[in-house]
């Protein structure tokens, strides 16, 4: 299953958004068999809010191990790499504390 990010747009800015696509992650990875792939083509930015909102609380809902289970991510910039993994790593410290 892969779920086209570049679809809600080329620069993915609010929490809003953030939180629609978190549930849309959340439905792929309880209703597919496979491992849902998150595909960034085409997008050129992602802000720290949106990443807070959709991985980082992905984090919370399912934790660190699950999350790396059932998704990978493809055609990540570095750019949009450093601040998935910074929303993700903040979340997992809020975990462990």
Known sequence: MILKFDEWGKSLGTRKLGRILRKEVGNLIENSN????????????????F???CFGKLVLDYGIDDLKEKTTFKNVSKEIDF???????NRILEVEH
């Open 83 to 89: 601040n998935l993994k910074k929303a993700i790593h």
């Open 51 to 53: 990443a807070d909102e």
């Open 34 to 49: 496979e491992k849902v792939i998150l595909d960034f083509r085409g997008v050129k930015t992602v802000s720290n809010s």
